[in-house]
């Protein structure tokens, strides 16, 4: 079964310093892969998306996310955190199995120290 | 282009009663997607509605169901409400669906409360 892992939930980070955020899946073919954000109250936006290609994707807000096929790893990254960046984190894989589908991991709370 | 839509934004309900919430997708998308998301089980899917068709379905019970409008306008209806189904409901809408991975953009959410 498709599945998405995300081990950190909860990661506290100063600003400005660099920031990993980690994400596994489990799919049998080549995921289509996603990183949303949510602010506390709000819905969620997209930051990244990985179809195919190279696979290191460039998103919005600084940030980057570099899939590792080896690994079944797509970690977000951002090289120097800015405090409206705390938020909570997604990662999700569109998955098929009979029929189409977002499978969502269950997200890392991210803080940031002034 | 305006965003994806949802009302109410807040609901008070007692359980046993139903409520349905609705959701208008970015002008031109097809596809309307819910999720239930909650602290312990984390964002969940439970349906996807195409050209006013229910496409795909989440493992939920039969009292969460929902339609859609020729416009693509969508509404979410849940019955006999226990304390459980208290979550933020967010709406996801896209152009042709979660098919190859297409993008899904996603309202602000009803946050609903059973007391």
């Known amino acids: 079964a498709q599945s998405v892992t995300q081990p950190d939930i909860h990661i506290t980070v100063s600003e400005g310093a660099s920031l990993e955020l980690r994400c596994n899946y489990s799919?049998?073919?080549?995921?289509?892969l996603f990183w949303y954000v949510q602010s506390p109250g709000q819905g969620l936006q997209l930051l990244l998306k990985?179809?195919?290609?190279?696979?290191l994707v460039q998103g919005i807000k600084g940030f980057e996310a570099e899939f590792k096929r080896s690994q079944s790893s797509f970690n977000l990254r951002k090289p120097s955190v800015h405090w409206s960046d705390a938020a909570e984190y997604f990662c999700?894989?569109?998955?098929?199995?009979?029929?189409?589908?977002?499978?969502f991991g269950t997200g890392t709370r991210l803080k940031v120290l002034a | 282009k305006a965003g994806v839509t949802q009302t109410p934004r807040y609901l008070i309900k007692t359980r046993g009663q139903q409520v349905t919430l609705s959701c208008s997708p970015i002008?031109?998308?097809?596809?309307v997607s819910w999720y239930q998301q909650t602290p312990g089980q984390g964002l969940q899917f439970l349906f996807e509605?195409?050209?006013?068709?229910?496409?795909n379905k989440g493992n939920f019970p039969g009292r969460f169901s929902g339609r859609q409008f020729s416009n693509s306008r969508s509404e979410m209806n849940v019955s006999t409400l226990e304390l459980g189904d208290s979550a933020l409901y967010l709406c996801?809408?896209?152009?042709?669906?979660?098919?190859?991975?297409?993008?899904?953009?996603f309202g602000p959410g009803t946050r609903l409360l059973v007391l």
């Open positions: 509605y195409f050209s006013e068709t229910q496409r």
């Open positions: 799919y049998g073919a080549t995921p289509y």
């Open positions: 990985y179809f195919s290609g190279d696979t």
């Open positions: 996801a809408s896209s152009l042709a669906g979660v098919v190859r991975g297409e993008t899904q953009y």
């Open positions: 002008s031109g998308h097809r596809s």
């Open positions: 999700a894989v569109a998955a098929v199995s009979g029929t189409y589908k977002y499978i």
